[in-house]
């Protein structure tokens, strides 16, 4: 089999895992769902992954690489550092918690079992701090932003805030989503000395 069909057949199965875990939810989702689901059999999935724990990695990776690409996107097209932190943190409180998104909370709780999957997390968080910690600093060299606190403690304490106000709808925690946003823009805010 060619390695592009291969490439594809894993993307229809990673495809298939993320539409399982939105109707089931992680601890829902198998082999035999995600086979289903697929319209293939049960070995074709372990054929094409050694395991159903790197199904899981490769599809919450998949959503992270999609989000961080998302966000990088926003940071290169918006110049104006005072617009690109209202964006990024648009981008990082959204109006609706996605299966995508609420797939890759579920994933947390493998972390201790699947140290690959804790390292996935990590990797993600580090990444959002860059962006916003370049933000700030672009900003603060500009004179936009007069930041009151070290710029890595302000850009980790915003990532932070974004991850707690996803979390809590999945947790029955009903927020509304603006006010959400408005908490971490008022956060960032007072941090960079700036109106947001």
């Known amino acids: 089999m060619s390695s592009v069909r291969q490439a594809k057949r894993r993307d229809e199965l990673v495809a298939a895992l993320r539409r399982v875990a939105g109707k089931r939810g992680i601890a829902g989702a198998n082999v035999r769902a995600v086979a289903a689901e697929a319209e293939v059999s049960t070995g074709s999935v372990l054929y094409y992954f050694e395991s159903f724990d790197r ?24 110049v104006d550092p005072v617009e690109r932190m209202r964006a990024l943190i648009a981008a990082g409180v959204p109006d609706e918690i996605s299966d995508d998104l609420r797939l890759v909370y579920e994933s947390i709780a493998l972390a201790r079992e699947y140290p690959h999957v804790a390292a996935l997390h990590r990797s993600i ?72």
Not at 57 to 78: C, H, N, Q, T
Not at 125 to 133: G, N, P
Not at 167 to 196: F, K, M, Q, T, W
């Open 125 to 196: 968080i580090e990444r959002q701090e860059m962006l916003f910690r370049a933000t700030i600093e672009v900003g603060a060299a500009l004179g936009a932003f007069r930041p009151r606190m070290p710029i890595g403690s302000i850009a980790r304490n915003i990532v932070a805030l974004e991850d707690s106000y996803d979390l809590y709808p999945l947790i029955g925690l009903a927020h509304d989503r603006e006010s959400a946003r408005r908490a971490v823009l008022d956060y960032a805010g007072l941090a960079l000395d700036v109106e947001l």
């Open 55 to 78: 199904l899981i990695f490769a599809a919450v990776e998949g959503v992270l690489e999609e989000f961080f690409e998302d966000r990088k996107r926003i940071s290169e097209r918006i």
